[in-house]
């Protein structure tokens, strides 16, 4: 590990100026490229100390053994060489985009005398056009079968092609009509030639005038009484509007536009673009990423930017790039941008419109092509031995943990406080061992004390089991409800399990079985609190670990300093994935909580008042407010609600506390008069109800 000061130039020998900078190893192999406005600055931020660095950034400057620097004359020069350098030399610690798959294109090779329509893959060659990428080559061939019927282009192979002219027979699709046979001198180069040409028109989105064309010839057919040619017109309009509506309109303005969505995580980033051209989308492709850097959105956009179009001139570049958010600065990739295509292009965030709404359909298609990357690489035995590997010698177990339980604390500014408890066995989720707690020794928010009474709870559970007593635990009615896919109810806490949570012996399922290792979602104290339950219970036999979210530090309950997992580990990849599926299943835990405690009324309590019938209350008093004004007389006109009913309403609405005035949390407003069946509640942005009062952004409030 190289001392960053061992080889930080002078001050005065870094150039205030544009250029482009590369950072290499003790063996000379370029392992960093970045680009600056000013390299002064940009490098003196490099070797600031080590301390105050990202942990990427930290690990790559101490990886390097010398830094170089090329100036340039302005920004977009300095891009152009980042990009080519990337390239060149393909260095370890930059975003690098691999494809998810090889995609293939629909090319018509126009360098050639009689041009083919064919599937290509790989590198693009000069002097081919290409459309698409489409996501099976299937679908080329599809699209292509329809479209030879009105443009008869060569799609043979140079063998075939010669074999036929060899031989003075065309192949059968010259006989059938899907080829206009150019091998046995049926058309000549200059007319095949302009074919290839309508056909490349017509996939470039430029059909309208050709349809207009043929529906005028088929109509002056039509009155010539050439029937036969009218009908043959009419079936190759037929064929070419078959072919258009594979390819739906969203944009109906004809726009020539490609779309840029991104959707990441601490590790990892999926990029996905879709092709619109003339209003229809012509292709999509994606690509996955490792981050390797320290990167933005704006950054990983920027770098798309490059892999998309480094190569790229001419109409390959559309008029038009939307992104989820601009490069930082914008100015140089939209001149980088403009200069390959010869002519303005626009790149810029979608606000509003058919535009945004297409954009947010990209969003979705990125953030399925990451879960199915991650899913993919969870699923391979290999990777998964690798990870619990990694993780046994980075905290010096044993063994590898084949079960894995991860503990997390939910709760919205104190209150419904809950925890839940995942388990991953063999690398993998057990979804029927998950369980979720009530906080129910104290009131208010401290996690570290919940997290204590969480673990001796459950560890509490399994000493009971482990001595065959069979009894349940005097809180135990929640801790051992299992999880199904959706959230479970709450049971009574007196009352027996209900039948979904049994064995097949009739008796609660409990926790029957101990982890390797136990996972908390937080760092030292968290850590330190999950331990002493396990000492206060007597149990040394499993390992505790804390991972924490800043920084993604592994934190041991013996050790003062955290353990740091290299970023491309497989172990911490799958420590981060049971921590964010405890969280995950925590935080919709309390939200479930939260929305039913919201949704209640004081209606609720009374005995022998089922739904339908306090609906029919509600119905018709029109809201609490004046049935708690009402008299028993008047509950009595409710039709199916008797003399002792209506008593029984009446005693529990004065028992219960007054429900506070909701409040419109845009404007302040008290709405005291509301006359809803709720007025406690008020709803956000999303839909989500709020207590009265409540801030309206809750961000950093729930966890």
Request: glycine residues 6%.
């Amino acid at each position: 590990m190289a001392d960053p000061s061992s080889y930080r130039p002078k001050p005065g020998q870094i150039p205030d100026s544009p250029g482009v900078y590369r950072f290499r190893d003790e063996h000379r192999r370029v392992i960093y490229v970045g680009k600056a406005k000013s390299l002064r600055q940009r490098l003196a931020n490099y070797f600031q100390d080590l301390a105050s660095l990202h942990p990427r950034t930290r690990t790559m400057v101490t990886t390097a053994a010398s830094v170089e620097w090329t100036v340039v004359s302005t920004e977009v020069e300095a891009l152009q060489l980042e990009y080519s350098w990337i390239k060149e030399y393909d260095p370890r610690f930059n975003v690098k985009y691999r494809d998810d798959k090889s995609y293939p294109y629909l090319a018509v090779t126009m360098n050639e005398e009689f041009p083919r329509v064919q599937v290509m893959r790989g590198h693009k060659k000069k002097g081919v056009r290409y459309f698409g990428p489409y996501g099976h080559a299937w679908a080329i061939r599809d699209t292509v079968d329809l479209l030879l019927r009105v443009f008869p282009v060569r799609t043979c192979s140079a063998g075939v092609f010669k074999n036929a002219a060899r031989t003075g027979r065309p192949c059968l699709l010259g006989y059938i009509g899907k080829c206009s046979a150019p091998c046995v001198g049926r058309i000549s180069p200059q007319d095949h030639g302009e074919l290839a040409d309508e056909f490349c028109d017509f996939m470039a989105g430029r059909t309208g005038t050709y349809l207009r064309r043929l529906e005028k010839q088929m109509m002056e057919a039509a009155e010539e009484m050439e029937y036969e040619r009218a009908a043959r017109l009419r079936d190759d309009i037929e064929a070419l509007k078959k072919a258009m509506e594979k390819n739906a309109v969203v944009l109906a303005d004809a726009t020539d536009a490609d779309l840029i969505a991104v959707a990441e995580d601490e590790l990892e980033a999926a990029v996905q673009i879709f092709h619109v051209r003339g209003g229809r989308v012509r292709g999509q492709r994606g690509w996955v990423t490792d981050k390797v850097e320290d990167v933005t959105t704006g950054a990983l956009v920027e770098h798309a930017l490059q892999q998309l179009y480094g190569e790229e001139t001419g109409d390959a570049v559309p008029k038009e790039v939307l992104v989820p958010a601009l490069p930082e600065p914008v100015e140089p990739v939209q001149e980088w941008l403009t200069g390959r295509r010869g002519a303005n292009v626009s790149l810029r965030i979608p606000q509003r419109g058919d535009k945004k709404a297409l954009m947010e359909t990209v969003q979705r298609n990125a953030l399925q092509a990451l879960a199915l990357h991650k899913t993919k690489r969870a699923s391979d035995l290999t990777t998964r031995s690798r990870a619990l590997e990694e993780i046994a010698d980075a905290l010096d177990l044993d063994s590898a943990p084949l079960r894995i339980e991860c503990y997390d604390i939910s709760h919205l500014q104190g209150d419904d406080v809950v925890a839940s408890m995942v388990v991953f066995e063999d690398g993998l989720q057990r979804k029927s061992e998950y369980r979720r707690f009530q906080i129910k020794g104290f009131a208010g928010q401290d996690d570290v004390r919940s997290m204590h009474e969480v673990i001796t709870r459950r560890f509490r559970r399994y000493l009971a089991e482990k001595e065959r007593t069979g009894e349940w635990v005097e809180d135990s009615a929640e801790d051992a409800l299992p999880y199904s896919g959706t959230p479970a109810p709450t049971p009574d806490p007196d009352a027996a399990p209900v039948d979904g949570f049994k064995d097949d012996d009739g008796r609660p399922k409990k926790f029957a079985y101990p982890p390797q290792l136990v996972v908390v979602d937080g760092g030292r104290p968290q850590v330190a609190a999950a331990k002493r339950a396990l000492d206060e219970l007597g149990i040394d036999d499993i390992a505790v670990c804390g991972l924490a979210k800043r920084l993604e530090e592994v934190w041991l309950p013996a050790d003062d300093d955290p353990v740091v997992l290299p970023r491309t580990s497989e172990g911490l990849y799958l420590l981060q994935r049971v921590r964010d599926e405890a969280h995950r299943f925590a935080i919709t835990y309390q939200r479930t909580k939260r929305a039913k405690r919201f949704r209640s009324s004081p209606l609720d309590d009374v005995p022998g008042l089922g739904e339908t019938r306090k609906q029919a209350v509600i119905k018709h008093f029109g809201s609490v407010k004046k049935l708690r004004s009402a008299t028993i007389e008047q509950i009595q006109e409710v039709p199916g609600i008797g003399r002792k009913t209506a008593e029984t309403i009446a005693v529990a609405l004065a028992q219960a506390a007054p429900a506070a005035p909701a409040v419109n949390t845009a404007t302040g407003e008290i709405m005291d008069d509301r006359e809803d069946e709720a007025p406690e509640t008020t709803a956000d942005a999303s839909g989500e109800p709020v207590p009265a009062g409540a801030p309206d952004d809750r961000r950093g409030q729930e966890r």
